[in-house]
T-cell receptor, first 115, second 114 residues
Framework: AQKVTQAQTEISVVEKEDVTLDCVYE???????LFWYKQPPSGELVFLIR??????QNEISGRYSWNFQKSTSSFNFTITASQVVDSAVYFC????????????FGKGTTLSVSS | SQTIHQWPATLVQPVGSPLSLECTVE??????LYWYRQAAGRGLQLLFY??????ISSEVPQNLSASRPQDRQFILSSKKLLLSDSGFYLC?????????????FGPGTRLTVL
């Protein structure tokens, strides 16, 4: 069974704080893909990153960084020096190569950044 | 560049009334198209996907149906709405299978069934 768990329902931080959003997944496949999406108050989901199961290199993009650890089945997302514009709901998602087109989303983490 | 449109943006409908939500994609050909529902406080649930005109796959049994009359048009319908159909409906597209490729989402339609 596929499952994506985002245990943090809501996180509140003050501007310039670093914040990490956790994502733990379950899969029996050896080939799978992990995604992060951002949903600002406007509602539209914005793609942030895709990582395949064979690439465990951490990635950094500006203030965003992702830590993929297969040993703990986690794909955590860190925002450095958070800003008010980072306030949004963030979703982690999983797809498996053998599962057709299914993209399984976690329930999301609501991040609130105050000034 | 590719863009995806959804309308209406918001909709309030009485129980038992019909529904038609439309999604169109511009700037790409033969996209894979998807309908998701996001209920309050919950994640996104895939409802339907389509890999081509007239080809619809349903992920969950429900009161809704989907159609793809044109390459870049995807329609979500219901003959009689239920209270449980309330939610935020998102259309998305991808190039090729979503397993490998990111999906791009539209602005969504917020449906309230009273």
């Amino acid at each position: 069974a596929q499952k994506v768990t985002q245990a943090q329902t809501e996180i509140s931080v003050v501007e310039k704080e670093d914040v990490t959003l956790d994502c733990v997944y379950e899969t029996r496949d050896t080939t799978y893909y992990l995604f992060w999406y951002k949903q600002p108050p406007s509602g539209e989901l914005v793609f942030l990153i895709r990582r395949n199961s064979f690439d465990e290199q951490n990635e950094i993009s500006g203030r965003y960084s992702w830590n993929f650890q297969k040993s703990t089945s986690s794909f955590n997302f860190t925002i450095t020096a958070s800003q008010v514009v980072d306030s949004a709901v963030y979703f982690c998602a999983l797809s498996e190569e053998g599962a057709g087109t299914a993209l399984i989303f976690g329930k999301g983490t609501t991040l609130s950044v105050s000034s | 560049s590719q863009t995806i449109h959804q309308w209406p943006a918001t909709l309030v409908q009485p129980v038992g009334s019909p529904l038609s939500l439309e999604c169109t994609v511009e700037g790409t050909s033969n996209p894979n198209l998807y309908w998701y529902r996001q209920a309050a406080g919950r994640g996104l649930q895939l409802l339907f996907y389509s890999v081509g005109i007239g080809q619809i796959s349903s992920e969950v049994p429900q009161n809704l149906s989907a159609s793809r009359p044109q390459d870049r048009q995807f329609i979500l319908s219901s003959k009689k709405l239920l209270l449980s159909d309330s939610g935020f409906y998102l259309c998305a597209w991808s190039v090729g299978l979503a397993v490998y490729n990111e999906q791009f989402f539209g602005p969504g339609t917020r449906l309230t069934v009273l």
